[in-house]
């Protein structure tokens, strides 16, 4: 029954080591997002798809990126994680409206 | 000035208490609304929409002040169960156009 599932659920990393993060649907939605969430922080939208149209936030840092290589899959790319990118990472997908949002569990990055 | 603004709270309340939280936008562009429930550590999940008319489901009721950009959720009779906190969420532009914009977030503590 799932329908948005993300791995790993918890991913340690070194200060500089590339990072990938994984996120899947069942939905068949169009959209899919990335946010960053910190502890007591709102949801921070860094980018997201609109099937294959990938839509940049203005103030998301370039060590973030992401490819969705078809509907079903979507990846977020930290090309040098900082201490400061340790967050919960959130995805999720919406129908083409773009109101109603499934998320994932979240992946919680921590960087030493 | 934030798009969504929140009183972080915490609201600590008895069970069966009756409870409201506030939330304010700035984006007069906003064209709909939602609350979303997010449990500790946990993804964010819809509760419910926010319509013009105000809306209720259950002991969860939602109102909608355009005029005054102001949105409101009331909990009646708090179950221990609707400790979480609450994100009040705002989308500007309708349609495939604009993204979700969340709030920080009201936290609930109902207490036995």
């Known amino acids: 029954d799932a329908m948005v599932i993300q791995n790993p659920r918890y991913q340690v990393t070194q200060f500089g080591k590339p990072v990938t993060l994984s996120c899947s649907q069942t939905?068949?939605?169009?959209?899919m997002y990335w946010y960053q969430q910190k502890s007591s922080q709102a949801p921070k939208l860094l980018f997201h798809?609109?099937?294959?149209?990938?839509?940049n936030e203005a103030d998301t840092p370039d060590n973030f990126q992401s490819r969705r290589p078809n509907t079903s899959f979507c990846f977020l790319d930290i090309r040098s994680p900082g201490l400061g990118d340790a967050a919960m990472y959130l995805c999720?997908?919406?129908?083409?409206?773009?109101?109603?949002?499934?998320f994932g569990p979240g992946t919680r990055l921590l960087v030493l | 000035r934030k798009e969504v603004e929140q009183d972080p709270g915490p609201f600590n309340v008895p069970e069966g208490a009756t409870v409201a939280f506030n939330c304010t936008y700035s984006n007069s562009a906003s064209q709909s609304f939602f609350w979303y429930r997010q449990d500790c550590r946990k993804e964010p999940k819809l509760l419910m929409s926010v319509y013009s008319s105000g809306n209720e489901d259950g002991r969860f009721t939602a109102q909608l002040n355009r005029a005054s950009q102001y949105i409101s959720l009331l909990i009646r009779d708090s179950k221990l169960s609707d400790s979480a906190t609450y994100l009040c969420?705002?989308?500007?532009?309708?349609?495939?156009?604009?993204?979700?914009?969340f709030g920080k977030g009201t936290k609930l503590s109902v207490k036995p």
């Open positions: 798809y609109y099937d294959k149209d990938f839509n």
């Open positions: 939905l068949n939605h169009n959209v």
């Open positions: 969420v705002v989308k500007r532009g309708g349609g495939s156009q604009g993204n979700l914009i």
């Open positions: 999720a997908t919406s129908g083409a409206r773009k109101e109603t949002q499934y």
